[in-house]
């Protein structure tokens, strides 16, 4: 759903979607990142609650009265992600951040070892992100018994985002689909056989940016015809931005073809053909004879 206009309350959980390869884009970056809001705004329909979207330093931060895993759900299912971390969003003051780090450690199993990663996209906060790292962690290990700091190989990664107004903190990190927003490089028409080979060079063409549409024939049944198609827009594809598959259409059509009619139009125009022999000089087939279509 659309960010409603009022800006989000600055404490409570998000989600953070980190930016793939449209990091790398340069004047014409904004135009890709419309798309790829344009596209979560569809995979977030139906979720059922409001939803804001919002955008940081090649960061896209979600959150709404929604459960987070909801959120995450959907999330991971648009192609331009890097990552999709869960996280807890507090304002940028060092107890609120303290405060927040030791509550997504607090569960953490006993003698499990973590470091704290900081990155400030504010400059202006008056620590260095080495301090915070040094603070937070003193904090965490007073208060969260059992934990140990490990900063090379640790079991726990608690990240650290410190923006102007509000902080992120995250433990978690979930790959994303990454590639670019699908629709942003144009449109391509797939022939699905019945196979998973050409839906799934159908889904890493989306991630390329291709918007999708799907052509699939099947002699049998419209139940067996759509199978193809489910697989690369339900299961591989999930409903997105520009993707169609046109079942309705498909249904309709199989419900009036003739399958019968068809064939027997195209075997009374059929030739055959022999091995050496002009194409021009072949006489029409007989009805007791092979009929076979080139």
């Known amino acids: 759903m659309p960010a409603p206009r009022g800006a989000p309350d600055r404490q409570g959980s998000c989600v953070l979607l980190k930016h793939g390869e449209i990091f790398l884009k340069g004047r014409n970056r904004h135009l890709f990142t419309e798309r790829l809001h344009d596209n979560l705004r569809l ?116 990240a650290v985002e410190i923006d102007r107004k509000e902080t992120y903190v995250s ?6 689909l990454t590639g670019l927003p699908v629709g942003s490089s144009g449109r391509a028409l797939v022939l699905l056989s019945g196979g998973y080979d050409s839906p799934v ?30 697989d690369c827009c339900s299961l591989l594809a999930p409903p997105r931005v520009s993707t169609r598959a046109g079942l309705p259409q498909l249904h309709s059509v199989e419900r009036r073809l003739d399958l019968d009619e068809v064939v027997e139009t195209l ?11 002009d194409t021009e000089e072949v006489p029409a087939a007989s009805d007791d004879s092979c009929a076979a279509s080139v």
């Open 171 to 176: 433990r978690a990190r979930l790959p994303g």
């Open 201 to 230: 060079a159908a889904h890493r063409a989306m991630r390329r940016g291709l918007a999708c549409d799907f052509v699939h024939f099947n002699g049998g049944t419209a139940g067996i015809s759509v199978l193809p198609d489910e």
């Open 43 to 158: 995979a977030l329909r139906g979720i059922g609650g409001s939803t804001w979207i919002k955008t940081a330093q090649n960061v896209t931060v979600l959150g709404g009265q929604v459960p987070q895993e909801a959120l995450l759900e959907r999330a991971r299912r648009v192609i331009g992600f890097n990552s999709v971390e869960p996280a807890v969003r507090v304002p940028s003051e060092l107890e609120a951040i303290t405060a927040a780090a030791v509550d997504a450690l607090a569960d953490v199993p006993h003698r499990a070892t973590f470091s704290v990663r900081t990155r400030r996209r504010d400059k202006q906060f008056p620590l260095t992100s080495s301090q915070v790292d040094a603070h937070v962690g003193a904090r965490v290990l007073a208060r969260v018994p059992g934990l140990r700091v490990n900063l090379a190989r640790p079991d726990v990664v608690l």
């Open 267 to 277: 075997l009374d125009a059929a030739q055959v053909l022999r091995p050496g022999a």
